[in-house]
């Protein structure tokens, strides 16, 4: 599985964009990005995936380069609950299998009020 | 939708003793689910894999004697710590993917294990 590499922390003001960057230079073409967060002492929460194109819900939106060597998180108006620990991870995903989740440090997002 | 249960969500035993910790989706058939450990301050550890009906496949380094799973149907699995020792206090933390290669994973809410 391709490594991924975040800040270990960001801060954001409330209600403003927080914007959270990712590389991931050895992905490969059949691996997808995927984002999932922790608050903390909870189990992770599924946010979002992508393969090549961006990616929108309603939680937040997920922009990937061109080249597939880096992306963005995009939580569009955060809250003081979006403080958690984010986490990108690059994965494979079969068409008989979920692929399994390497969960690295990730970026520690703190939002302030 | 998509939930993830765990039970317990804590647990305190003795040394030498056993423990087994479940893991239900309580609203999808789980074909695949995931075992982690957490310790402080630590990200999550990716433990094992199992698939309903088969046996587990464990990461490197997981002792399968010590961290026994079963994955008996497709909402349950279990993980059970036998003959815990201090070292094994840790949060454990189960995923389950809903339907056969499916994208995301869900996960439980934890469980934490102190062994005294």
């Known amino acids: 599985d391709a490594k991924t590499t975040q800040p270990p922390s960001m801060d954001c003001a409330e209600g403003r964009a927080a914007n959270l960057p990712c590389n991931h230079s050895?992905?490969?073409?059949?691996?997808?990005v995927y984002w999932y967060r922790q608050i903390h002492s909870q189990g992770p929460q599924y946010i979002i995936h992508?393969?090549?194109n961006n990616e929108t819900n309603e939680m937040a939106s997920l922009i990937i380069t061109e080249d597939r060597k880096s992306s963005t998180l995009i939580l569009p108006h955060a809250t003081l609950r979006d403080t958690a620990v984010y986490y990108c991870?690059?994965?494979?995903?079969?068409?008989?299998?979920?692929?399994?989740?390497?969960f690295g440090q990730g970026t520690t997002l703190q939002v302030k009020p | 939708g998509a939930v993830v249960s765990q039970h317990p969500s804590r647990v305190i035993c003795k040394s030498g003793t056993s423990v087994k910790i479940e893991c239900r989706s309580l609203?999808?058939?789980?074909?695949?689910m995931f075992w982690y450990r957490q310790f402080p301050k630590q990200s999550l550890m990716l433990m094992a894999t199992?698939?309903?009906?088969?046996?587990?496949?464990?990461e490197q380094g997981v002792e399968k004697d010590k961290f026994l799973i079963n994955h008996a149907s497709l909402t349950l699995s279990t993980l059970t710590v036998t003959s815990a020792h201090p070292e094994d206090s840790s949060f454990y933390i189960c995923?389950?993917?809903?339907?056969?290669?499916?994208?995301?994973?869900?996960f439980g809410p934890g469980t934490r294990l102190t062994v005294t």
């Open positions: 992508g393969l090549k």
């Open positions: 991870i690059v994965s494979f995903r079969g068409s008989s299998n979920t692929g399994k989740l390497i």
């Open positions: 199992s698939n309903e009906g088969s046996k587990a496949t464990y």
């Open positions: 609203d999808f058939q789980a074909t695949t």
């Open positions: 995923s389950a993917a809903p339907g056969t290669g499916a994208y995301e994973q869900y």
């Open positions: 050895t992905i490969s073409g059949n691996e997808y």
